[in-house]
């Protein structure tokens, strides 16, 4: 599945590497940053969030963080935000709140 929101630039894609336990971004083929989490019960909890600084202030961050917690969403299930980057999105962006499950 590639969850990279429509209206991402083009050479900018997200995807789930579930083996690693990551959602990845890439812009032009090259890794850009990742966001790391733990799926426990019905949740997702993301735990770490970086974007390498080449990439710093381009809207890759915001990209992998929306791709990301939609991904989460459309399997049914919640987001546990322990990581500083992505719980500030979400506070940020109210549609979101609603599927925020409380910390383990």
């Known amino acids: 599945m590639d969850p990279t929101p429509d209206d991402a630039p083009p050479d900018v894609v997200v995807t789930d590497n579930p083996a690693a ?6 812009v032009g083929g090259e890794l850009a940053g990742l966001t790391t989490y ?9 735990t770490h969030a970086e ?5 710093e202030g381009h809207g890759v961050g915001s990209t992998l963080a929306r791709a990301a917690l939609d991904d ?11 990581c500083p980057f ?16 409380p910390p383990l």
Not at 21 to 26: I, K, M, T
Not at 93 to 101: D, L
């Open 21 to 26: 336990h990551r959602f990845e971004v890439r």
């Open 38 to 46: 733990v799926v426990a019960d019905n949740r997702v909890i993301f």
């Open 51 to 55: 974007v390498y600084p080449r990439h």
């Open 72 to 82: 989460v969403i459309a399997r049914g299930m919640l987001i546990t935000p322990s």
């Open 86 to 101: 992505i719980r500030d999105f979400v506070q940020h962006h109210p549609s979101y709140q609603e599927h925020v499950a």
